[in-house]
């Protein structure tokens, strides 16, 4: 009985997003004036050290809920319709459960986390609170020097998803950035659609953002995770198709406009790669700053793996050629995300 109580709550829960998506994606093909996407970083503090991670620190202060709060009202008066919280690691911040719950009152809720502190509790109080999608990227089968998110450990925080969570849930495997194996991929693809979830592969970068072409037995590994990934629009990936064997993406990248990213001091960037550019305050961006950068060429788009701000640049990749050269973004040599 309670089994089937929930699984009809989640088809119900399931039915319900994919109507509020469909009119996310009518509210976007009619109108650019608003962001499809933003991040929004309460927590850059982290309870692991990802090698390849730039993106934590150890010793960061959560941002306060009222601040939290009047940077999603703010995302909402622009029109947002999608907040994911990320970091850092989200569940590190104590008022948490309060912002998914603000954040579905404007927007679609999302979180994106490690999966560490992950409790049947904890799983049951985000449901209570809202949260719609959530994602967690898993390295490697075993720990080592480069990454502690393992499917080892994670396993049975994955076991309470599956019993537990309301919300959608998506693994994302990846290659590159120095993982070690890369048929652990696979490993972790499988498992994640044996529980029930999607499954996703994404190329990682190393520390400094940078990236290189996969090798032969990467490619190998990325090709079939391809074909276990299920045809929607979380799964527009194709880009890595290119950047799997180094070539360049010519694409229209509508960072700081389709998609923001808000770090924890409330500036607003074009995404987790290029954080100083624009590097406004949330609470004075407006209309005018969202129609420039739709506008705006970023010279590190070719070789961009940030597949986000992909995702949300392919609902207008047929209209608006970019006019406007990014203001004092780094040369092409100095980019912070390329392929070398």
């Not at 029930?196 to 090709?223: K, N, W």
Request: charged letters at 25%; proline letters at 4%; glycine letters at 6%.
């Amino acid at each position: 009985m309670q089994h089937g109580a929930k699984s009809m709550r989640g088809a119900w829960r399931s039915a319900v997003l994919r109507a509020r998506e469909l009119r996310m994606i009518f509210k976007g093909v009619i109108s650019t004036d608003h962001p499809i996407l933003a991040h929004i970083i309460p927590m850059r503090r982290c309870n692991l050290s990802c090698t390849y991670c730039n993106e934590y620190d150890d010793h960061s202060k959560p941002v306060p809920l009222e601040t939290v709060c009047r940077r999603i009202d703010q995302l909402a008066a622009l029109g947002t319709t999608i907040v994911t919280i990320s970091g850092g690691e989200p569940l590190l911040h104590p008022d948490l459960d309060q912002i998914v719950a603000h954040i579905r009152r404007h927007a679609i809720s999302g979180m994106i986390t490690n999966g560490y502190l992950l409790t049947a509790e904890r799983i049951k109080r985000l449901n209570r609170a809202g949260l719609e999608h959530l994602q967690i990227s898993i390295d490697n089968v075993t720990p080592d020097d480069v990454s502690k998110k393992s499917l080892k450990v994670l396993d049975k925080k994955l076991q309470l998803l599956a019993e537990h969570a309301e919300f959608h849930v998506n693994i994302n495997s990846v290659v590159g950035g120095g993982i070690r194996n890369p048929q652990d991929a696979l490993i972790v693809g499988k498992r994640a659609v044996e529980l029930g979830f999607t499954s996703t592969v994404g190329i990682i970068h190393d520390g400094t953002g940078q990236l290189q072409p996969l090798a032969a037995d990467e490619r190998e590994v990325y090709s079939a995770m391809r074909g276990m990934e299920k045809s929607s629009y979380a799964q527009f990936n194709y880009f890595q198709d290119n950047i799997a064997h180094g070539k360049e993406n010519h694409w229209r990248c509508r960072a700081g406009a389709r998609y923001l990213y808000i770090c924890e001091d409330g500036l607003v960037h074009y995404c987790s790669q290029q954080r100083g550019y624009p590097a406004k305050p949330l609470a004075e961006y407006t209309v005018a700053d969202i129609r420039r950068e739709f506008l705006t060429e970023k010279s590190c788009a070719p070789r961009c793996t940030v597949a986000c701000v992909h995702q949300v640049s392919y609902l207008d990749f047929w209209r608006a050629p970019q006019t406007i050269n990014a203001a004092g973004m780094p040369e092409a040599n100095d980019r912070l995300v390329q392929i070398r």
